[in-house]
Structure formats: structure tokens, C-alpha cells
């Protein structure tokens, strides 16, 4: 059988409390008796709705108008969840409510013990994973980091289209020969960009750079190291592919970087963890905090 309110504060009695008790640091007697220091907003057989309840719900910056609609529709809520409450706990079998009761106190352990872990590892986590660190993860485990983008590493050089040694610089691009590599450095020492071929980019990257459509098949030219050239009003482009990697194929380093460190990151929270839980066994122990019955 539903319970009755044994109390109910009407709307314009509400609207009152809104506007002396929440939007102001007054409250209002009518409300309250004289000495009650948290006032009543709402009350059902199994509880009471105080105005620091409300008070902890309600958003920062609301307008005045809003949040007078909107306690009113919180008060509103609590009282149909409180019936509803009442009713449940007529109607379900009392097995039942302690095994609800269980999992609620086994929740709150949860998460009580999950924001103690959290708060442990914000206060002794170090963050900074040497490269060193990072490199030796990548040559082992490598092929566990996969390309979702083509990746090229190329010869790219932007110059200004009246670049007095073009054919040199065709050549030196185009050049195999490690002792190029510091010919074509010096020449393109002016350049408006140069990427001597040591970096791995995204290959849609790489065609960002280039004036619109100006690659008509990038990915063919990319797996086959092919050398391209172009040009438009303000500058001469030349670059020459020196090595692909396709999608799903290993990801290179720089590439991998980011996700390693998470990686190393998370191992040493884990680490912080299972040291956190032996330390806290091992001094329950010797302070003889525990008792077990079983072993």
C-alpha cells in the first residue's frame, strides 16, 4: 500500500525557500523550527530531504529562474523515488534486500578502494619515460604497433622557382650516394624546406605540401621510390621517395612513440599498485591488524 507524505511544502512555500535559503545565505523560518540548523524540504516515512542536500545539486552559474525550477523538479524526483522506495522494500523479499544490500556495500568498497588506488598513484607516479626506454620496448615488441596510414620517409625540398642550380639539385636529390647527402644539405641551405629523407611522415601528409592534385597516383609513386617534381607561382617542389610502409604494416618509432610511453606508464602504475597492496599486507601483519580464521 503506498505510504503517505507525511509532509509536503507547497510550491509557493518551495519557491520562498529557493529564493531566501538557496540563492542567498538566509534561511527561512517558515520552514524550520527556530533552532533547526539544516532546514526540511521534503520528508516521506523513510527519510528527509535537508536544504544542504539540495544545496550540493544544484549547478554552479544556474540563473535564479532556472534553479528554482530546477530544485523544484529535484525535490519533486526525490519524493516519487522515496515512494517507489517504500513500495519496493514492502513488496521485495527480505533475501532479496540483503543480497541488494551486499553488492551495494560491496560497490562502495570498490570504489572506495579504487579512488585510495587512484590517489596513490597521482601522488608517487613518475611520468618521465626516457627515449632509451622507449627504443628498447620498440625493438622488442615492435610489430605489436601497426600503421593505420601509409607512411614515406622522402627527400623533400621546397626552393624558389628561379633557384639558380636546379639540375644539381635534381641530381643530389635523386642520389643514392651517403656522400651527397652533405652536398645536398649545404645547397639547400636557404631553401624554404628541406627534410634530408631521415623522417618518417604520413604520406598524406607529405601530399598536403604540394599544390592541389599535383601527385596524380601518390601511393603508386610512394611504393616504387619514384622522384617528382612540380612547381607553381611561388615555388619549385622536388622530393624523392626513399622508403614506404602501408597500412598495417610495422609502424615506425616516431610513430609508436606515444603510444609506448602509455604503455610504460601503465606498467609502472600497475607496478605502484601490487608494491601499494604487498606494503599494506605486510604491515597489517606485523601490526597484527588482521585475524584469519581460514588458513
Given amino acids: 500500500m503506498m505510504r503517505r507524505i507525511l509532509k509536503k ?25 527556530p533552532n533547526d540548523a539544516d532546514p526540511i524540504m521534503a520528508r ?22 532556472d534553479s528554482v525550477q530546477f530544485v523544484q523538479s529535484y525535490v519533486d524526483r526525490w519524493i516519487h523515488n522515496q515512494l517507489l522506495l517504500e513500495n519496493a522494500m514492502e513488496y521485495v523479499d527480505k533475501e532479496t534486500q540483503r543480497s541488494v544490500n551486499q553488492m551495494v556495500a560491496d560497490y562502495h568498497t570498490t570504489l572506495l578502494v579504487h579512488k585510495y588506488k587512484q590517489m596513490y598513484i597521482e601522488e608517487k607516479l613518475d611520468t618521465v619515460i626516457p627515449d632509451s626506454k622507449i627504443e628498447e620496448h620498440y625493438s622488442q615488441y615492435g610489430n605489436n604497433f601497426l600503421l593505420d596510414s601509409a607512411a614515406v620517409r ?18 643530389l636529390v635523386r642520389s643514392t650516394n651517403p656522400d651527397d647527402a652533405e652536398q645536398l644539405a649545404a ?3 636557404n631553401a624554404l624546406y628541406f627534410d634530408n629523407g631521415n623522417n618518417w611522415h604520413y604520406l598524406s601528409t607529405i601530399t598536403s605540401m604540394l599544390p592541389q592534385n599535383a601527385m ?13 617534381e612540380t612547381q607553381d607561382d611561388s615555388t619549385l617542389y622536388m622530393l624523392m621517395f626513399c622508403e614506404f610502409r602501408d597500412v598495417n604494416e610495422q609502424a615506425p618509432l616516431v610513430f609508436a612513440k606515444n603510444k609506448i610511453r602509455e ?12 608494491n601499494l597492496e604487498i606494503q599494506v599486507y605486510i604491515d ?9 580464521y581460514v588458513n
Avoid: W, Y
Avoid at 516521506?44 to 529562474?65: C, F, K, M, Y
Fill in 187 to 189: 645547397l639547400c641551405a
Fill in 284 to 292: 597489517a601483519v606485523n601490526k597484527q591488524r588482521f585475524t584469519n
Fill in 154 to 171: 622522402t627527400v623533400f625540398i621546397k626552393v624558389a622557382p628561379d633557384f639558380k642550380e636546379k639540375n644539381k639539385l635534381r641530381r
Fill in 9 to 33: 511544502t507547497t510550491n509557493a512555500g518551495l519557491k520562498t525557500l529557493i529564493v531566501c535559503a538557496i540563492l542567498s545565505s538566509q534561511s527561512c523560518s517558515l520552514l524550520h523550527k
Fill in 44 to 65: 516521506t516515512e523513510l527519510g528527509v530531504l535537508t536544504l544542504s542536500q539540495v544545496r550540493a545539486v544544484v549547478p554552479n552559474n544556474i540563473h535564479d529562474l
Fill in 263 to 274: 604503455i610504460l606508464i601503465n606498467h609502472r602504475k600497475n607496478d605502484l599498485i601490487k
Fill in 216 to 228: 596524380s597516383n601518390p601511393m603508386s609513386m610512394a611504393r616504387n621510390g619514384r622522384f617528382f
